[in-house]
T-cell receptor, first 112, second 112 residues
Framework: GESVGLHLPTLSVQEGDNSIINCAYS??????FIWYKQESGKGPQFIID?????DKRQGQRVTVLLNKTVKHLSLQIAATQPGDSAVYFC???????????FGTGTKLQVIP | DAGVTQSPTHLIKTRGQHVTLRCSPI?????VSWYQQVLGQGPQFIFQ???????GRGNFPDRFSARQFPNYSSELNVNALLLGDSALYLC???????????FGSGTRLTVV
């Protein structure tokens, strides 16, 4: 079946360093991927997305990389700040765009 | 502008009872989806509605049902509550199906 999963459940980084959060997916038909940030007590917040016809997309302080050969994507956060502390989910959107399938999440802890 | 609003924010119910959760999408958004998030896991897709029609259903029992009203707000109903139904229930809306979802902060349901 389809699954989207993460390699590391918890990631601790020093403030100012770069963070890299990894994600593997199993559905080779997936064509749209999204990264969400979820802070305690809140719903998931959209960060950045990428379509399968791209291998890199950049936003403000964030970059998503997609490697379709090994079915892997990553989220890079530059100059990590305390406000970046949250749980990050990768997700894929396929099946007629009717649903988003989330992975289990990685908790990012920023050390001041 | 108001985001996706959900009510109530917290709810405690007894096993066997019925619950109704409500969601108001962002103004102009015609697609509404419901997700269940168990503690420590990613959100799981329950339903998606677009223009008042059910467009997708996740792997949830028939105890779960939903509907979308002419003003695009939505209700999620759960009958015969089980302890395992305790979770954060998230509503998300989007302008078009499957892309650009904005999530609400959720309803925390506790079944005792």
């Amino acid at each position: 079946g389809e699954s989207v999963g993460l390699h590391l459940p918890t990631l601790s980084v020093q403030e100012g360093d770069n963070s890299i959060i990894n994600c593997a997916y199993s559905n080779s038909a997936s064509d749209y991927f999204i990264w969400y940030k979820q802070e305690s007590g809140k719903g998931p917040q959209f960060i950045i997305d990428i379509r399968s016809n791209m291998d890199k997309r950049q936003g403000q302080r964030v970059t998503v990389l997609l490697n379709k050969t090994v079915k892997h994507l990553s989220l890079q956060i530059a100059a990590t700040q305390p406000g970046d502390s949250a749980v990050y989910f990768c997700a894929e959107n396929s099946g007629g765009y009717q649903k988003v399938t989330f992975g289990t999440g990685t908790k990012l802890q920023v050390i001041p | 502008d108001a985001g996706v609003t959900q009510s109530p924010t917290h709810l405690i119910k007894t096993r066997g009872q019925h619950v109704t959760l409500r969601c108001s999408p962002i103004s102009g958004h015609k697609s509404v989806s419901w997700y269940q998030q168990v503690l420590g896991q990613g959100p799981q897709f329950i339903f998606q509605y677009y223009e008042k029609e059910e467009r997708g259903r996740g792997n949830f029992p028939d105890r779960f049902s939903a509907r979308q009203f002419p003003n695009y707000s939505s209700e999620l109903n759960v009958n015969a509550l089980l302890l395992g139904d305790s979770a954060l229930y998230l509503c998300a809306s989007s302008l078009v199906e499957g892309i650009g979802y904005t999530f609400g902060s959720g309803t925390r349901l506790t079944v005792v």
